[in-house]
């Protein structure tokens, strides 16, 4: 074989290798791009459109598939559907705004995964909708239900709390959560592992989240997790908008404005938290008992958000940046329900979530001292309630 012969030979092989590995390539696009037949009769099913209009016949149906009245649905809906709108998209799918916000309220309200069998989806489409309407929920919501703290708000949370609880100069109760994933296979993780989320937030008195922090996750805990939050930089460095001291009887010395939590957090200047239970007198347990009081609320706030989202409870396969967007979507979902619906007194009896132990740190001296006057206006008479000396 001459030389001309062989270099026509080698160039013919790289020639077929080329075709070879362009022909390798198209197929895995077409095999990656297959369609399952349940999602193509999409066409001619028309399983959503019966279910959404026979549900929205039955209001209190409605409320049970997806925890919101057709109202608060609707106003949703025209909030979120500039968003959410696509003419043709997932697969040359077209899903309309109605039909990507009630699988997704459904699927907050259960934590359901085999939503994509009952709409008629890919179970990737399904994730992407799910994760795509939970970021736009909060962003539509919270300027709404949930806008960033003024003066004027903390001010109208103290005046609500005074009122019922008697705990004076309260702008609300702090406290957290860990909410439990797991990561999907195939997400960078050798082994799918569970994961929890920390949501840290602060209820006011009508056991809505006035301020919430989700992360970081829970091996990611240290003594500064709430200093190191953005909601703690905030408090800490004196930019989350708190009035200042104001007395609290009159011609009485000025007290600072304060969150009330429990012993998880460090006392600060504007965070107060009990005494240690350790040889109490009936001063420290009148204080400890009145700051149990207006602790409950965000106690309560949390019941009534894990057991009305019930996402929250299920170890659902996600990933860490899709559990932030769910579990902001229900934060705002939940104050909107409060708004517009009321609380349920039902969902405050079980606290379904796990408590957040923080790492313990020293109490600052100055938090100290608020902390006494706090105690000895709780025993005064201007400040004493008959029923703190029963339960203590």
Same mark, same amino acid.
């Given at each position: 074989m001459d030389l001309e012969t062989a270099i026509t030979l080698q160039l013919d092989l790289l020639a077929f290798r080329v075709l070879l590995a362009r022909f390798i390539s198209q197929r895995s696009r077409i095999m990656r791009r297959r369609v399952h037949p349940m999602v193509l009769q999409r066409k001619t099913d028309k399983t959503f459109y019966v279910l959404y209009q026979d549900l929205r016949r039955h209001p209190r149906r409605f409320l049970e598939y997806t925890n919101l009245a057709? +109202?608060?649905? =609707?106003? @949703?809906?025209?909030?979120?559907?500039?968003?959410? /709108?696509?003419?043709? +998209?997932?697969?040359?799918?077209?899903?309309?705004?109605?039909e990507r916000l009630l699988l997704t309220l459904r699927f907050l309200a259960t934590g359901e995964t085999s939503l994509h069998v009952t709409y008629l989806l890919g179970r990737s489409i399904l994730q992407r909708i799910v994760h795509e309407t939970c970021e736009v929920i909060w962003e539509v919501l919270q300027p709404i $239900?949930?806008?960033?703290?003024?003066? #004027?708000?903390?001010?109208?949370?103290?005046?609500?709390?005074?009122? &019922?609880?008697?705990?004076?100069?309260?702008?609300?109760?702090?406290?957290?959560?860990?909410? #439990?994933? #797991?990561?999907?296979?195939?997400?960078? +993780?050798?082994?799918? %592992?569970?994961?929890?989320? $920390?949501?840290?937030?602060?209820? =006011?008195? /009508?056991?809505?989240? $006035?301020?919430?922090?989700?992360?970081?996750?829970?091996?990611?805990? !240290?003594? !500064? $997790?709430?200093?190191?939050?953005?909601?703690?930089?905030?408090?800490? *460095?004196?930019?989350?908008?708190v009035p200042g001291p104001k007395p609290i009887v009159e011609g009485g010395n000025a007290l600072p404005h304060v969150l009330v939590a429990d012993e998880a957090f460090g006392?600060?200047?504007?965070?107060?938290?009990?005494?240690?239970?350790?040889?109490?007198?009936?001063?420290? %347990?009148?204080?400890?008992? &009145? @700051?149990?009081?207006?602790?409950?609320y965000a106690g309560r706030a949390f019941s009534s958000l894990a057991n009305k989202w019930r996402v929250l409870q299920n170890t659902v396969q996600l990933r860490p940046g899709h559990a932030d967007?769910?579990? %902001?979507?229900?934060?705002?979902?939940?104050?909107?329900?409060? *708004?517009? #619906?009321?609380? !349920?007194?039902? =969902?405050?009896?079980?606290?379904?979530?796990?408590?957040?132990?923080?790492? /313990?740190?020293?109490?600052?001296?100055?938090?100290?001292?608020?902390?006494?006057?706090?105690?000895?206006?709780?025993? /005064?008479?201007?400040?004493?309630?008959?029923? *703190?000396?029963?339960r203590t």
């Open positions: 057709i +109202s608060s649905f =609707d106003e @949703l809906l025209r909030l979120v559907t500039p968003h959410i /709108s696509h003419d043709a +998209s997932d697969m040359q799918i077209s899903i309309r705004p109605e $239900v949930m806008p960033q703290p003024t003066e #004027q708000l903390w001010g109208d949370v103290a005046e609500e709390f005074a009122i &019922r609880t008697q705990f004076p100069n309260c702008i609300g109760a702090l406290d957290g959560r860990h909410i #439990q994933f #797991q990561m999907p296979p195939r997400s960078g +993780s050798k082994e799918c %592992k569970k994961f929890s989320v $920390v949501l840290m937030a602060i209820a =006011d008195s /009508s056991y809505k989240f $006035v301020a919430i922090n989700v992360g970081p996750y829970g091996s990611a805990l !240290n003594a !500064n $997790v709430l200093r190191s939050s953005t909601m703690g930089r905030k408090l800490y *460095q004196g930019r989350f908008n006392l600060h200047i504007n965070i107060m938290k009990p005494f240690i239970e350790l040889d109490l007198d009936i001063r420290k %347990k009148a204080y400890n008992y &009145r @700051l149990h009081r207006a602790r409950l967007s769910v579990i %902001k979507a229900t934060c705002v979902l939940h104050n909107l329900v409060c *708004q517009r #619906q009321g609380p !349920n007194w039902d =969902d405050m009896q079980t606290d379904p979530l796990l408590y957040v132990e923080f790492p /313990s740190v020293r109490d600052a001296v100055e938090a100290e001292t608020v902390r006494e006057q706090f105690a000895d206006y709780f025993v /005064s008479p201007a400040g004493e309630i008959t029923l *703190q000396y029963s």
